[in-house]
DNA sequence: CGATTTTTTGAATCATATCAACGTACGTGG
DNA sequence: CCACGTACGTTGATATGATTCAAAAAATCG
């Protein structure tokens, strides 16, 4: 079992989490390990886990009829890799989850996440929270995407997310911004002139 | 009361729903009108209520610092009004709900939400069917939103939502494609000449 | 090291924004 | 019912920001 204080502290954050439930969603994950470049999932694969990323980032991308990668989100320590659409409805999925660096996953198969749902209040709650929290995220952003310049996207990532700079290759933040390389290197080679 | 089947029609597909809990359900929205331009929630105001659309249509927006408007989607017919962050979380909502034409709505308050959500399952699996189909709704829209140009989120919202450009004021669908009216009114003018 | 990948730079081009002006439709009060 | 005023939509000219393509420079990896 891989050591994760922080994934312990969300599964006891749910009210009324009995001993047993708590055991018993332990259980229910397994640690997975992923080197870099390996993928999670791939276009057109039915999703079938769901896994809590304790160390690593990945990509979650979707590849457009152009050819260009579009990165919805990344996922680091103490986020989600999986795809809802697929692993819910067991349908194909339409983009990837790929490490970006060695990561360490803990995984729960679409059996457990059943039996859990079924069983557990308490995982049912967890389940509910991290489907609302992402919502409400993504409600939050949707509509400075929409109006903001390509410097204005970089400058709000810096500041919400400055891990991401650190740590992604550039062409990927750019697909993450939607703009190509290099935009984003001149973008911040004026930023770094300005300064 | 106001008759709507489609509303009775969402509320009685959660599974295991008994007559007792859909009465009080259906006991706990109240009917309210709403003339065009009258705002269901506006920007620092706090949520205390959600609205079922039986007739009429919303748009849900911001306003950015630089004063322009970003329109995250249009509520019409069977679909929801409310702030989720500002009504669950009891913050100011960062946004408007504004009638684009007279309506009539099915409104639960936070009470009755609260009071809901604790007594009946069949009421939390309809609040949480409804968050997770807006949030995978979400999921789809944003990577073309990211990486389309004008014309094609244009042609795409005319294909996934064709009664926007119809009901909404041009300038309303140019605030949600995130671009101006003026290249809204040319990019139409070149798709008519086209055909 | 050497090879490959990633990032930067330059020049030309394209898409969209901006600003200003003009047309058109709509609703209201006379 | 008409005229007027206000909203909305369109058009034109120009400016700006971002892309594209090509190539060089820098960083990374085995």
Redesign the pocket.
């Known amino acids: 079992m891989i050591e994760s204080q922080s994934f312990l502290n969300f599964i006891r954050s749910a009210p009324g989490m009995t001993v047993q439930e708590e055991e018993e969603i332990l259980d229910s994950f397994k640690a997975v390990a992923l080197k870099s470049k390996e993928y999670f999932l791939r276009e057109g694969e039915i999703c079938k886990q769901i896994g809590y990323v304790v160390k690593g980032c990945f990509s979650y991308f979707q590849l457009l009829d152009s050819g260009r990668k579009s990165i919805l989100e990344f996922a680091f320590e103490d986020w989600w890799v999986g795809d809802l659409p697929s692993f819910l409805n067991k349908k194909p999925s339409g983009a990837f989850f790929q490490a970006l660096e060695d990561a360490e996953l803990l995984c729960i198969s679409r059996n457990a996440f059943e039996r859990m749902m079924a069983a557990s209040a308490a995982f049912r709650y967890l389940f509910h929270l991290k489907t609302q929290t992402a919502y409400l995220k993504s409600l939050e952003r949707s509509p400075k995407d929409k109006a903001e310049?390509?410097?204005e996207k970089y400058l709000r990532m810096l500041k919400d997310y400055p891990q991401i700079i650190q740590r992604v290759?550039?062409?990927?933040v750019a697909a993450y911004l939607?703009?190509?390389?290099?935009?984003?290197?001149?973008?911040?080679?004026k930023i770094a002139k300005a300064r």
């Open positions: 310049s390509a410097e290759p550039h062409y990927d939607g703009i190509t390389p290099e935009s984003l290197s001149r973008i911040r080679k």
